[in-house]
């Protein structure tokens, strides 16, 4: 089993940054291909952000792409995401989640879907007021 909690959700303006992290325990981050999730009220799960097993490739789903940035700290078993210029439409429940060990992803349409994903944590509230 891969446990996972996120922290660093809050409240922020329009324009504000953010860092979430996850730290995952029972399983060793190195051999986790994994990705930061949102979910709005009322709207489905979206991909925002993943990270291949071994760290060489990352994607990002096209609303965040050059505003987030998600790393990988293997040495303190945690991923990052770091969230610049955020947004109201950045409003959402944020979730940190890791697939089965091993298995990786070629394409950001495998990396930024829910369904590929074994492992969730509990989610962390991120507000942007305008």
């Known amino acids: 089993q891969v446990h996972l909690e996120e922290s660093g959700g809050g409240s922020v303006e329009a324009g504000g940054s953010l860092r979430l992290s996850c730290f995952v325990s029972?399983?060793?981050?190195?051999?986790?291909?994994m990705g930061w999730f949102r979910q709005a009220p009322g709207k489905e799960r979206q991909g925002v952000a993943a990270?291949?097993?071994?760290?060489?490739?990352?994607a990002y789903a096209d609303s965040v792409e050059g505003r987030f940035t998600i790393s990988k700290n293997n040495a303190h078993n945690t991923i990052y995401l770091e969230m610049n210029n955020l947004n109201p439409e950045d409003t959402a429940m944020y979730y940190c989640?890791?697939?089965?060990?091993?298995?990786?992803?070629?394409?950001?349409?495998?990396?930024?879907?829910?369904?590929?994903?074994?492992?969730w944590g509990q989610g962390t509230q991120v507000t942007v007021s305008s």
């Open positions: 989640a890791a697939m089965a060990p091993f298995k990786g992803w070629t394409s950001s349409h495998v990396a930024l879907a829910p369904t590929e994903y074994t492992y």
């Open positions: 990270i291949l097993v071994g760290g060489g490739s990352t």
């Open positions: 029972l399983y060793t981050v190195s051999s986790l291909s």
